[in-house]
């Protein structure tokens, strides 16, 4: 077992959350930092790594952000609405600041690989790992490798048909009018029911029903465009309302009415199951990111 020390980064919105810890799943030390404009706060993050005596660095980052090595913005965010990282080389600074090796990707991609490696997904080719709170994303792994393509999966803005009823709402997505994020992450609950949080709703029928609907036509798109082996559904939003989860299941089924009939849809409560990482699967999967990175 390679016991070099790996350091993580599982970069948010809000807050960059640090850790060191090694490729079989170990942290050992771990802290977090507010996030601010980058010249203060990736400063503060070289520091903290400086004297830790790190072989590798993984960072999964909020984004948009270019995660194909061959773009020659890779590494930087895109077109994030925290303007003062927009354009940013983020990967960039922190190698320089560190040099030591690293491997980068979006928070989403990274909390997905963290329940492949160590979570629920472990021994899987196969995994969609779906998170819904502030936003709703997709991390996908398809045949062993984390899915990019152009950019990255952004698939949280699927279109999704309006639950009757529902049509009037306005989608609180600046982009689209029925998307996945904008109707049914927790800013969306949060407007349609006039609450301070999405969590005051887990027991309010109306809101299990409806936001359990559109989770389920999220997943029911993933499972046919994707076909993956399992779902990962995490995020606060189902965190914190726990009665979510068999709706959503029995809905994905309702929803697949019979089309596909395999030996996962058949054990469904296995099939869309939650994190298994305890909350660290966005830091573990940061720590796998840097793990690859120091076998090159």
Sequence with gaps: MDKRLIGAIEAGG???VLATGYADGAIVERASIPTEEPARTVPAMIDWFASKGIAALGIAAFGPTAVNPKSPEYGH?????????RGYDFLGEMQRGLAVPCGYDTDVNGACLGEVMYGAGKGLDNV??????????AGVYVGGQLLHGMLHPE?????????????DFACHCPSHDSCFEGLAAGPAVVARYGVERASEMADDEGFL???????AQGIATYIYTLSPQRIVLGGGVPDHAPKLMPRVRAKVLEQINGYLA?????????YIVPPACDGNQGVLGAVALGARALEG
């Excluded at 965010?77 to 990282?85: D, E, Y």
């Excluded at 969609?128 to 994303?137: A, E, H, L």
């Design 128 to 137: 969609v790992y779906i998170t819904v709170g502030t936003g709703i994303g």
């Design 209 to 215: 029903e409806l936001e359990s609907t559109y989770i």
């Design 155 to 167: 698939a949280g803005h699927i279109t999704l048909a309006r639950v009757t009823g529902d049509e």
């Design 262 to 270: 395999t030996p996962e849809l058949a054990d469904i409560d296995t």
């Design 14 to 16: 809000t807050k960059m």
């Design 77 to 85: 965010i895109l077109q994030t609405p925290k303007l003062a990282w």
